[in-house]
Protein backbone atom coordinates (compact mmCIF):
# COMPACT_ATOMS: atom_id res chain seq x y z
CA UNK A 1 0.00 0.00 0.00
CA UNK A 2 2.75 2.14 0.36
CA UNK A 3 4.45 1.94 -2.51
CA UNK A 4 1.31 2.36 -4.22
CA UNK A 5 1.18 6.03 -2.35
CA UNK A 6 4.65 6.39 -3.58
CA UNK A 7 3.99 5.31 -6.69
CA UNK A 8 0.78 7.78 -7.03
CA UNK A 9 2.57 10.29 -5.42
CA UNK A 10 5.81 10.37 -8.42
CA UNK A 11 2.74 10.59 -10.85
CA UNK A 12 1.31 12.94 -9.58
CA UNK A 13 4.76 15.16 -9.47
CA UNK A 14 5.40 14.19 -12.91
CA UNK A 15 1.98 15.16 -14.40
CA UNK A 16 2.59 18.48 -12.26
CA UNK A 17 5.49 19.35 -14.09
CA UNK A 18 4.08 18.59 -17.73
CA UNK A 19 1.09 21.07 -16.72
CA UNK A 20 4.01 23.56 -15.81
CA UNK A 21 5.87 22.93 -18.59
CA UNK A 22 2.75 23.16 -20.89
CA UNK A 23 1.38 26.53 -19.67
CA UNK A 24 4.95 28.06 -19.86
CA UNK A 25 4.50 28.08 -23.01
CA UNK A 26 1.25 30.20 -23.20
CA UNK A 27 1.80 33.76 -24.61
CA UNK A 28 -1.06 36.43 -23.67
CA UNK A 29 -2.66 38.61 -26.27
CA UNK A 30 -2.65 41.42 -23.61
CA UNK A 31 -0.17 42.82 -21.26
CA UNK A 32 0.07 42.27 -17.20
CA UNK A 33 -0.26 45.00 -14.68
CA UNK A 34 3.58 43.75 -13.92
CA UNK A 35 4.69 44.32 -17.57
CA UNK A 36 2.66 48.02 -17.83
CA UNK A 37 4.75 48.75 -14.52
CA UNK A 38 8.17 47.77 -15.70
CA UNK A 39 7.38 49.41 -18.83
CA UNK A 40 6.54 52.89 -16.94
CA UNK A 41 9.90 52.16 -14.38
CA UNK A 42 11.56 51.87 -18.03
CA UNK A 43 10.26 55.17 -19.52
CA UNK A 44 11.32 56.88 -15.62
CA UNK A 45 15.07 55.71 -16.26
CA UNK A 46 14.79 56.85 -19.60
CA UNK A 47 13.27 60.58 -18.18
CA UNK A 48 16.53 60.22 -15.63
CA UNK A 49 18.72 59.83 -18.01
CA UNK A 50 17.96 62.40 -20.74
CA UNK A 51 16.02 64.95 -18.53
CA UNK A 52 15.36 66.44 -21.92
CA UNK A 53 11.40 66.88 -22.60
CA UNK A 54 11.70 67.24 -25.89
CA UNK A 55 13.89 63.55 -26.36
CA UNK A 56 11.87 62.25 -24.02
CA UNK A 57 8.74 62.32 -25.30
CA UNK A 58 10.46 62.29 -28.79
CA UNK A 59 11.89 58.69 -27.89
CA UNK A 60 8.78 57.63 -26.25
CA UNK A 61 6.90 57.70 -29.19
CA UNK A 62 9.77 56.51 -31.41
CA UNK A 63 8.93 52.79 -32.98
CA UNK A 64 12.06 52.15 -32.70
CA UNK A 65 12.44 52.47 -28.81
CA UNK A 66 10.30 49.76 -28.07
CA UNK A 67 7.83 51.85 -25.19
CA UNK A 68 5.15 49.80 -26.15
CA UNK A 69 4.09 45.73 -26.02
CA UNK A 70 0.87 44.10 -27.66
CA UNK A 71 -1.62 46.41 -26.13
CA UNK A 72 0.37 48.27 -23.81
CA UNK A 73 2.21 51.57 -24.73
CA UNK A 74 3.81 53.89 -22.90
CA UNK A 75 1.89 57.50 -22.51
CA UNK A 76 3.25 61.22 -21.70
CA UNK A 77 0.59 63.70 -20.80
CA UNK A 78 0.43 67.18 -19.63
CA UNK A 79 -2.28 68.99 -17.47
CA UNK A 80 -4.63 69.50 -20.26
CA UNK A 81 -4.52 66.09 -21.25
CA UNK A 82 -2.53 66.53 -24.39
CA UNK A 83 -0.59 62.97 -25.65
CA UNK A 84 2.99 64.63 -25.69
CA UNK A 85 3.72 60.61 -26.73
CA UNK A 86 2.34 57.71 -27.00
CA UNK A 87 4.51 54.55 -27.15
CA UNK A 88 4.75 53.60 -31.13
CA UNK A 89 2.29 55.79 -32.89
CA UNK A 90 3.11 58.79 -33.83
CA UNK A 91 -0.34 59.50 -35.31
CA UNK A 92 -1.59 59.77 -31.60
CA UNK A 93 0.11 62.96 -30.39
CA UNK A 94 -1.47 65.89 -30.00
CA UNK A 95 -4.55 64.51 -29.26
CA UNK A 96 -7.20 64.95 -26.23
CA UNK A 97 -7.70 62.70 -23.72
CA UNK A 98 -10.92 64.28 -23.75
CA UNK A 99 -11.71 63.40 -27.00
CA UNK A 100 -11.97 59.61 -26.29
CA UNK A 101 -15.62 58.65 -27.07
CA UNK A 102 -17.02 57.17 -24.55
CA UNK A 103 -15.47 58.70 -21.98
CA UNK A 104 -15.76 61.31 -18.96
CA UNK A 105 -12.03 62.22 -20.84
CA UNK A 106 -11.49 65.22 -18.01
CA UNK A 107 -12.49 63.36 -15.30
CA UNK A 108 -9.82 60.83 -16.22
CA UNK A 109 -7.26 63.31 -16.65
CA UNK A 110 -8.17 64.52 -12.83
CA UNK A 111 -7.71 61.31 -11.46
CA UNK A 112 -4.64 60.59 -13.15
CA UNK A 113 -2.85 63.89 -12.71
CA UNK A 114 -4.68 63.15 -8.63
CA UNK A 115 -2.87 59.66 -8.51
CA UNK A 116 -0.03 60.57 -9.68
CA UNK A 117 0.67 63.82 -7.34
CA UNK A 118 -0.06 61.52 -4.81
CA UNK A 119 1.95 58.19 -5.31
CA UNK A 120 3.31 56.34 -8.13
CA UNK A 121 -0.42 54.03 -8.43
CA UNK A 122 -3.31 52.46 -10.30
CA UNK A 123 -6.05 54.51 -12.38
CA UNK A 124 -9.01 52.65 -13.16
CA UNK A 125 -11.49 53.16 -16.15
CA UNK A 126 -13.79 51.73 -18.69
CA UNK A 127 -12.83 52.45 -22.55
CA UNK A 128 -13.79 51.50 -25.72
CA UNK A 129 -10.87 48.26 -26.86
CA UNK A 130 -10.28 49.06 -30.39
CA UNK A 131 -9.40 46.15 -31.02
CA UNK A 132 -12.42 44.17 -29.48
CA UNK A 133 -14.58 47.08 -30.54
CA UNK A 134 -16.19 46.79 -26.82
CA UNK A 135 -16.17 48.74 -23.90
CA UNK A 136 -13.77 47.41 -21.26
CA UNK A 137 -12.41 47.69 -17.80
CA UNK A 138 -8.71 48.90 -17.88
CA UNK A 139 -6.34 50.31 -15.85
CA UNK A 140 -3.07 52.46 -16.21
CA UNK A 141 -0.15 52.85 -14.00
CA UNK A 142 1.25 56.11 -13.71
CA UNK A 143 3.87 58.21 -11.99
CA UNK A 144 4.51 62.11 -12.28
CA UNK A 145 7.40 63.31 -14.44
CA UNK A 146 8.07 66.98 -13.01
CA UNK A 147 4.84 68.43 -14.18
CA UNK A 148 3.95 65.49 -16.43
CA UNK A 149 2.37 62.30 -15.76
CA UNK A 150 3.87 59.07 -17.96
CA UNK A 151 1.48 56.20 -17.74
CA UNK A 152 0.80 52.55 -19.33
CA UNK A 153 -2.47 50.45 -19.26
CA UNK A 154 -3.88 47.14 -19.41
CA UNK A 155 -7.08 45.72 -20.03
CA UNK A 156 -8.68 44.00 -16.77
CA UNK A 157 -9.29 40.71 -18.63
CA UNK A 158 -6.69 38.69 -20.14
CA UNK A 159 -6.91 36.03 -22.96
CA UNK A 160 -4.26 33.01 -24.04
CA UNK A 161 -3.54 32.55 -27.42
Same mark, same amino acid.
Given at each position: ???????????? %????? *?????? /??????? $??????? +?? #???????? !?? *?? /???????????? @? %???? &?? &??????????? *????? $??????? $????? =????? &?? !????? =??? @? !?????????????????? $?????????? !?? +?? &??? #??? @??? %??? +???
Amino acid at each position: MVEQAVTQAANL %KRRAA *TLVEGF /SQFKLQQ $GTPDEAM +AL #VERAMQHW !QR *TR /SRESFVRDITDP @G %KGFF &DR &DMYVFVLDRRG *TYLSF $GGNPAKV $GTLVQ =DIPGI &DG !QGLVD =DIF @G !QAAREPGWVEYDINNPTT $GRVQSKMSFV !QA +AD &DLV #VGC @GVY %KNL +ALT
